[in-house]
């Protein structure tokens, strides 16, 4: 199901200068590869920066996708925690990873400090330690220190959670002074800033932001290190400053430079991805004048609601409600949702019926998709805005409002947090809202107007102001969540950190076992590496996550 994207957009992609890549991911040199000599720097970081978006957004199942998964962003399949994410299912992320970007990066290195090309440098060093980060995030101990030596140690040794996080920060150190050094030349390609080092330095103090977030349960100065940062005010504040990557285009074939959620969402037969039934019900019932951006709607009726039951299209339209599910606010969403709004709930396993032209699709956010303007037609490859201004998200202006409402709450001041929610929030519409332009075939007159969009916020701080500390808790959860659509890594980790929001629909699985903490390594890594040792359970907690174990927290397992 996975493939190791290699695009081009606006760029010419090369054939791969990594001399340590092979199938096993073992590390040794690879006989069909050029040599460091042959290699040319703007080339590997054309590549490097590739390897880190395939590792994110690779054909939509990276580690964005993951993490939306896990916090209910988007539909997950699959109704048993342990099993529902093999081992080998990382294998493609491990390999962009080590054995390509690291790798890369590592070629880089010596070229890039005898031309004196430094901005290259802090680019290679700043999206590695956001996917070190990840990686512990997502794995616990991993390699580093020892990784990325050939054949001279084929088996390196896993590094702490806490000395990865280190070393990230250390990267990002060295980062901001190669971005603040005089360059001899600048990239040829950059998909994320054009070349802007200002803002490369406020993404860099960005990523320290979101360290400083996920270890405050373990770190007593990570709060007074988050405070200093947002002192000092260069980090992403603006919209205009927002860490994503661009290089998306409307291509479709050799190759295919579209966004995933785009291919993925638009073929000729169909979509091929299930929308969240959590997100578009919690949009939906709350107004969210994003939700059309979020979501193209192909039918005004799902079955069982708003039109009859159909066992073919809808199975579970015909089956009885989930007894755990009685009683509950899930009871009315665990299969279908009014006005067209087709996908499902988390954890269902269903085969896949002739649905393609009736389930929700990815909308023209963040997607490049279509804007729903209530056309309810089925639409195709190239429909929409054929991937046209599509971005992946990796920290936004508004992810920060969100970071420091969470610091806000732990720090016992609610009037602040709220301050933060709502700032989080009006960013992330007036960026979402932007995006119908890209839709040259939508009929935008029935975008949301500047008074549903004050609606809406005036609503979300009545509904804070009369909650209660653990419903703040989960109403700034639920807005971070949805803030977070297309990159769902800071929801996994807010989730686990914090076990909010217990809104959330629990697996539709009334015992699917325990929720996961950290995912079992890649096959590969532990078939190949005589010092890598599989997990006994996906139970096993990451270091900065000192919550009770699972099962019971989160709460809804």
């Known amino acids: 199901m996975k493939k190791l994207i290699k695009y081009t957009a606006i760029f010419i992609v090369l054939a791969s200068y990594i001399s340590c890549e092979t199938t096993d991911l073992d590390l040794r040199t690879n006989p069909n590869a050029l040599s460091p000599e042959q290699a040319d720097p703007n080339s590997l970081l054309n590549n490097i920066q590739l390897e880190f978006i395939d590792a994110i957004d690779g054909n939509g199942d990276g580690f964005g996708r993951v993490g939306a998964e896990l916090s209910r962003i988007d539909y997950m399949f699959g109704r048993n925690y342990t099993n529902n994410y093999s081992p080998s299912d990382f294998d493609d992320e491990w ?152 290089g998306w285009g409307t291509n479709e074939v050799q190759p295919d430079v579209r966004h995933p959620r785009y291919s993925n969402s638009y073929t000729v037969t169909g979509g091929e991805d299930y929308m969240s039934n959590w997100l578009m019900s919690y949009m939906l019932n709350n107004n969210d004048p994003r939700i059309r951006y979020y979501f193209y709607r192909q039918v005004n009726a799902t079955p069982g609601t708003g039109t009859d039951p159909n066992e073919e299209t809808l199975q579970c339209s015909v089956q009885d409600v989930p007894v755990h599910y009685l009683g509950t606010p899930f009871e009315n969403i665990w299969c279908s949702l009014p006005n067209g709004y087709w996908g499902r709930i988390h954890g269902n396993n269903e085969g896949i019926p002739p649905d393609g032209f009736l389930r929700t699709l990815a909308g023209v956010y963040p997607a490049g998709g279509a804007f729903d303007d209530d056309r309810f037609e089925a639409l195709s490859q190239g429909d929409g805005a054929a991937g046209l201004g599509a971005i992946t998200p990796l920290i936004l202006a508004s992810t920060v409002s969100f970071y420091q409402a969470e610091m806000a709450m732990v720090n016992n001041s609610p009037l602040e947090a709220k301050s933060f929610l709502l700032d989080g929030l009006a960013k992330s519409v007036t960026k979402v809202t932007s995006f119908g332009s890209f839709d040259t075939t939508a009929d935008l007159s029935i975008a949301p107007t500047a008074q549903d969009i004050a609606s809406h916020a005036a609503d979300i701080e009545a509904k804070f102001d009369s909650a209660s500390t653990e419903d703040q808790w989960n109403i700034i959860g639920e807005e971070f969540f949805t803030n977070l659509y297309g990159n769902g890594i800071d929801g996994y980790n807010f989730y686990r950190r914090t076990g909010f929001p217990n809104t959330v629909p629990p697996n539709i699985e009334p015992n699917p076992g325990a929720f996961i903490r950290s995912l079992f390594y890649p096959a590969n890594f532990v078939n190949n590496n005589s010092n890598a040792t599989q997990k006994a359970a996906v139970t096993e907690q990451v270091f900065w996550d000192t919550n009770p174990a699972s099962p019971g927290f989160p709460i809804a397992n």
């Open 95 to 246: 390999q962009s990873t080590y054995a390509d970007m690291m790798a890369d990066i590592r070629v880089l290195t010596p070229l890039a400090e005898e031309a004196n090309f430094t901005h290259h440098l802090g680019i290679a060093k700043t999206l590695e330690a956001y996917l070190l980060i990840t990686l512990v995030d997502f794995f616990g101990d991993v390699p580093y220190s020892e990784a990325i030596q050939g054949i001279a140690n084929p088996n390196p040794k896993l590094d702490t959670g806490e000395e990865v996080y280190n070393s990230a920060l250390a990267l990002l150190d060295e980062a901001i002074a190669n971005f603040e050094s005089d360059a001899s030349a600048e990239p040829t390609s950059d998909f994320f800033y054009s070349g802007n080092t200002d803002k490369w330095i406020k993404a860099v103090n960005t990523i320290k932001l979101k360290i400083y977030v996920q270890t405050r349960l373990v770190d007593a100065n990570a709060v007074s290190n988050f405070n200093t940062i947002i002192n000092n005010g260069n980090y992403i504040s603006s919209s205009d400053d927002d860490f994503q990557f661009n």
